[in-house]
């Protein structure tokens, strides 16, 4: 049996996971970050504009938390869960809002599929969308994740995977504290790992994406990042699967 890695990085801890000798972890890197490398066709192009509405903007970001406390599968609370869909703790959604339409950025929210679910607002820059909403466009998350310009996150590990674009990412985090002393974290260095500023409140967030859309210098963490956590994902990681198997002949690049 063969464990798949997203990068070399992940092979002890993998191995330990799931009680394999670390030369059965294979690093392909993950299928679904082929789904991130894609050129958007016109449908899908069309369909993300359903999405957004009337809204226009120069950017479009995705926001893409993890859950508190999850209410389907694994039911169980990680941190604390904070009764909206930013996961933010004493949200003020007009001033997070505010932060968007101030950089000249649209954001799609959406939830955690193991997140409760939230009553949405209207607002100018920020549209929350949920499975149904995507399911209606004919479009897949990370299709749609493609297509955006900047990704905001917390601990959720998409911001891993979202490496492969090459484009910035915002980590939104207010509960730090409260979520290591319960989830707790494979790397306790958080904010020395992750290739992005760190803000904690709406005022931080307005200035991490106005300096990213101004002056990015995270780029070169973010491919050292890429690099070291996630080199696997090649845009060919389903092929790499596939050959790891013997079920294709074709031997992969290097």
């Known amino acids: 049996d063969w464990v798949v890695a997203a990068g070399s990085y992940w092979r002890p801890t993998l191995a330990a996971a799931f009680e394999v000798p670390e030369d059965r972890v294979a690093v392909t890197g993950m299928p679904r970050c082929d789904l991130l490398t894609q050129t958007p066709t016109a449908h899908q192009t069309s369909a993300l504009a359903a999405l957004l509405g009337d809204r226009s903007a120069a950017r479009t970001s995705i926001w893409l938390p993890t859950y508190r406390m999850s209410v389907t599968g694994d039911v169980r609370e990680d941190g604390t869960e904070r009764g909206n869909p930013f996961q933010v703790p004493n949200a003020d959604i007009p001033t997070i809002d505010e932060a968007f339409a101030a950089t000249d950025t649209v954001c799609l929210v959406k939830s955690h599929p193991m997140s409760p679910s939230y009553e949405a607002a209207e607002l100018s820059n920020v ?48 509960d730090m504290d409260d979520y290591r002393n319960t989830r707790g974290m494979i790397d306790d260095s958080y904010e020395d ?33 890429r690099m070291e956590l996630n080199e696997g994902s090649d845009g060919h990681s389903s092929l790499n699967v596939l050959r790891l198997l013997d079920l294709v002949d074709e031997p992969r690049a290097h």
Do not use: C, H
């Not at 479009?139 to 590990?157: E, G």
């Not at 931080?204 to 300096?211: E, P, W, Y």
């Not at 990213?212 to 995270?218: Q, S």
């Open 127 to 174: 549209v929350f969308i949920t499975d149904e909403d995507l399911e209606r466009v004919g479009l897949d998350l990370y299709t749609l994740t493609a297509m955006t310009d900047l990704l905001l996150t917390d601990v959720s590990s998409v911001w891993l995977d979202y490496l492969v674009t090459g484009k910035p990412i915002v980590f939104f985090l207010p």
């Open 193 to 225: 790992l992750v290739p992005g500023p760190v803000a904690e409140n709406a005022a931080q967030l307005k200035a991490a994406l106005a300096g990213l859309l101004d002056n990015d210098t995270y780029a070169a963490r973010r491919e050292e990042r």
